[in-house]
């Protein structure tokens, strides 16, 4: 089976799945995803008083990932396993920032519910942050799985 098969192929099953993991198989725009992918991140960093070191190594198996041929199943298996470990640390500094705003928000004096949360999502942004974060890369794991699913399937 050559990798436009395993591509043609990889699109149908994925017709039923998300558009982002069409969006990923997809050779042709798979340069453009990682692209956005980093820049992301690098905005990330630069905001907020996240963990760089987490940051950064998220970065690096991006950059690996983009790298690595679409079909080196044990190439996408140590990148989807650098990108879990980090979004385990990452899980563990949301619940620090859960945490804060959930104290941000109970100790507020605004009047209403609403007045509560805007103050606790203007003292606390890393916990939105962090979510956006884990969102984005959980979906990155994801597909890198239906990725290498698909190929160990038709192997």
């Known amino acids: 089976m ?11 099953q994925l017709s039923k799945e998300t558009t982002v993991a069409k969006y990923f198989v997809t050779i042709d725009l798979q ?25 950064e190594n998220l970065n690096k198996a991006v ?9 080196e199943v044990h190439k996408l298996s140590e990148v989807l396993r650098e990108i879990g470990c980090n979004l385990a640390y990452l899980t563990a500094l949301r619940t620090e920032y859960a945490a ?27 916990l939105d942050m962090i979510r956006k974060i884990l969102r984005h890369y959980g979906e990155l794991q994801s597909d890198l799985r239906t990725q290498i699913s698909l190929y160990k399937k038709h192997d």
């Open 63 to 71: 950059d690996k990932y983009s790298k690595a041929d679409l079909f």
């Open 100 to 126: 804060k705003y959930s104290s941000v928000r109970f100790q507020s004096t605004g009047t209403s519910e609403q007045a509560k949360t805007r103050e606790a999502n203007e003292k606390v942004p890393e």
């Open 2 to 12: 050559n990798k436009e098969d395993i591509k043609k192929l990889a699109i149908e």
């Open 31 to 55: 340069d453009e995803f990682v692209d956005r992918c980093i820049l992301i991140a690098q905005q990330q960093v630069k905001k907020l008083n996240i963990d760089d070191e987490i940051l």
